[in-house]
Each structure stands twice: as structure tokens, then as C-alpha cells.
């Protein structure tokens, strides 16, 4: 595209706006004629301001208005033409003797009229800027305000969904917890992953009035810790193995030892143990090698 001169600019933005006279106009229609790129600058204004007509209604003008124009119209009279002086008047002799001030009001009359064509400019490009703004805050807000022609689409976003990552078996351990050569008594089960631990009753009966307690024995504690009474269903489930760490689950030797009701009073084991047991790695993880 051509460069322009800012009175070309101008022109095409007052053309698009509305503001020029009918010579003005007539003169950038005939340049739109001959000159593409002309063309293209005057319908980039008349888009620049195609935002400013759809945010703004159209008003009729009342009938009072088109009267008092055709009012106005049938009384105007022709002026009379403007007498010239006499050659030896002396507005001539000041014209004839400084014809520079004449030139130098022509040059003040065109800046003059270059100034205010700019400042319609100015003003017009300030008041897109603000129709955008407010527009963008409405289109994020409040969008059922705006015409439908400019409302902004509502987006879809499409995500797959995801499978959850298959969970992966942990080792179980367990231990059968019995006298010496005797009988099962109890099977302890222990998850490697949560180290929530089972008690399954097989073959011990807790006497009346007494409950059956279980204890971890292991090196690394300074005494035997309980974990709780067994319950006089077949099935007693904790959680309690969770403080501690795993190389002590599975090292220690687990006891049940005959006390009170409702187990010992101050934390401590009050008989010797009557069944024990260690813990076997009986399910192994499937991260492990020796599950492949």
C-alpha cells in the first residue's frame, strides 16, 4: 500500500465518520474511484467505526424538526453579492502592498483546518478505544447485553478423560501365632503397602472375665508395645502398625498374652506370652522380582 499524507488519513476517517461537506466528499469518492488502496484505508475506518453504530441506536427526528427545515428552506433568500472595493480603496492598496499577509492568512486557514480535522480524529480514535474496552468488559461479564452479532462465542474444551493408574497388589505377610508345637491359635495378616493388620481367631477361646491382648516384640523398642485386645468376633482389623517403619513389622515377633477384661491397664503385658508367632512373606508385591 501507498503512503498517505495526513490529510489523506484524515480524510478517509472524517469520510467514514459522517463529518465532511459535500465538495469533501465528493473529492475522496473520486479518489476511491481511481486509487484501490485508498479504497481499503476508507473501508478499514468505516470498520474501526462499524463498532461505534452497533452499540448506538437510530433515532427518527420528530416532525417538529423536518417543519422547521422546510421552514428555513422556503424563507432563504439569495445574498447579495458582496461589493468590491474601488481599486483606489485602501483595503486594495493593503492587499497590492503586502501580499504576504495574504498568503500567510491561507496557510493559517489550512492549519487551521488540518487541526481540527485531526482533532476529530483524535477524538474518534479515543471513543473506539473506549467502545472496545467497555465491549470487552461486557463480552467477559455481562455478554447477554451485547448484540448478537458481536456476543462472544461460548468455548467448549473438550478433555479426555483418563483411566486411573491400575493399583498395584502389595505383599502380604502373615503369621500364625501359636504355642510351641501346638495349634494355630490366631493368623495375623499383614498389608506391606499399609501395614493394616487382620487377626483371624482359629482355635483360642479367652476365658471369662479375661482378654486376649496382642504385643510387637522387637530389639529396636525398649519394651514389648500393644496392639490392642482381640475382639471376640473371628475377625479383628487395626491400623495401629502404620507408626511403625516396615523393617520393624516384619523382623518383630508378635505375642498374645492373657489379661484383664478390656486388656492392660497401664500399657504393659501382666502374663507371659501364651501365643507367638513371626511374620512370612506369603503374597510378594508385583513390583517385586521375585512375583515375575
Known amino acids: 500500500m501507498m503512503a498517505y499524507s495526513e490529510d489523506h488519513i ?60 422546510r421552514t428555513a428552506v422556503g424563507h432563504s433568500e439569495p445574498q447579495a453579492p458582496m ?26 486557514i489550512r492549519l487551521n483546518a488540518n487541526a481540527r480535522r485531526w482533532r476529530t480524529v483524535a477524538s474518534v480514535t479515543s471513543a473506539i478505544a473506549a467502545v472496545l474496552v467497555a465491549m470487552t468488559g461486557v463480552g467477559l461479564f455481562l455478554p447477554d447485553l451485547l448484540p448478537d452479532s458481536i456476543r462472544p462465542r461460548p468455548r467448549t474444551q473438550v478433555v479426555e478423560a483418563k483411566a486411573p493408574p491400575a493399583a498395584v497388589p502389595s505383599a502380604q505377610y502373615v503369621a500364625v501365632l501359636q504355642k510351641e508345637g501346638g495349634a494355630p491359635a490366631f493368623i495375623l495378616t499383614v498389608d506391606g503397602a499399609t501395614r493394616n493388620f487382620t487377626v483371624r481367631k482359629v482355635g483360642a477361646s479367652a476365658e471369662p472375665g479375661k482378654s486376649f491382648e496382642l504385643w510387637l516384640i522387637s530389639d529396636k523398642l525398649p519394651r514389648p508395645r500393644s496392639l490392642g485386645v482381640i475382639g471376640g468376633s473371628d475377625f479383628t482389623t487395626r491400623p495401629v502398625l502404620a507408626s511403625y517403619d516396615a523393617d520393624t513389622v516384619k523382623a518383630a515377633t508378635y505375642a498374645v498374652t492373657v489379661e484383664q477384661a478390656g486388656g492392660s491397664p497401664d500399657g504393659n503385658p501382666h502374663s ?3 501365643f507367638t508367632g513371626k511374620l512370612i512373606e506369603a503374597v510378594p508385591s508385583a513390583a517385586s522380582p521375585s512375583a515375575r
Open 10 to 69: 484524515a480524510l478517509a476517517a472524517e469520510y467514514a465518520l459522517g463529518t465532511l461537506d459535500a465538495d469533501e466528499r465528493a473529492q475522496v469518492e473520486t479518489m476511491m474511484s481511481v486509487d484501490k488502496d485508498f479504497t481499503v484505508m476508507v473501508q478499514s475506518w468505516q470498520h474501526r467505526l462499524g463498532a461505534l453504530n452497533q452499540m448506538v441506536g437510530s433515532v427518527e427526528p420528530g416532525p417538529e424538526v423536518w417543519e422547521k427545515i
Open 83 to 108: 461589493a468590491l472595493p474601488e481599486p483606489s480603496s485602501p483595503v486594495v492598496a493593503a492587499v497590492v502592498e503586502a501580499p504576504s499577509a495574504v498568503v500567510d492568512n491561507a496557510n493559517v
Open 272 to 274: 507371659a506370652p501364651v
